[in-house]
């Protein structure tokens, strides 16, 4: 992912309602990589669900093509034939994959049995945007 783009995600057939500060953003290696912050604006929005519907997130990922250029120019931030260690030793944090930990509550007000959840569709939109959200 290099372009600045809007994700929007929820689950049909699955009521859960969270808050900003359930959810985190991890990479594929297991970096935090984002918490969302109420006093960022235009970076997310959580719009309310239904009876049988999840809350939507609605989240604006920054342009990366700066980064990964700016990155390629510095040689030792060049990977080698392990694509998780720089040439110097540090480690490559991978940014184009992104895991998102949501913990909420169904609209029965507990929370999910642990454990694997009952099937629903997952609902997952992106559209390109260099601005944040409005």
Do not use: C
């Not at 969270?18 to 006093?39: C, H, I, K, W």
Request: proline share 8%; charged share 20%; glycine share 8%.
């Amino acid at each position: 992912m290099s372009d600045g783009t809007i994700f929007s995600g929820m689950a049909n057939g699955f009521p859960l309602s969270f808050e900003a500060r359930s959810v985190a953003m991890y990479n594929q290696q297991g970096f935090l990589m984002q918490l969302l912050d109420p006093t960022s604006p235009g970076l997310f929005r959580i719009t309310r669900g239904g009876a049988t519907t999840s809350d939507a997130l609605t989240y604006w990922r920054h342009e990366f093509r700066t980064y990964k250029q700016d990155h390629r120019r510095n040689d030792v931030h060049r990977t080698d034939d392990d694509r998780d260690w720089h040439a110097d030793g540090t480690p490559h944090i991978d940014h184009d994959r992104i895991v998102v930990a949501i913990s909420g509550m169904l609209t029965s007000g507990s929370r999910p049995a642990p454990g694997p959840t009952p099937p629903f569709e997952l609902v997952v939109q992106s559209i390109p945007s260099e601005a944040p959200l409005q």
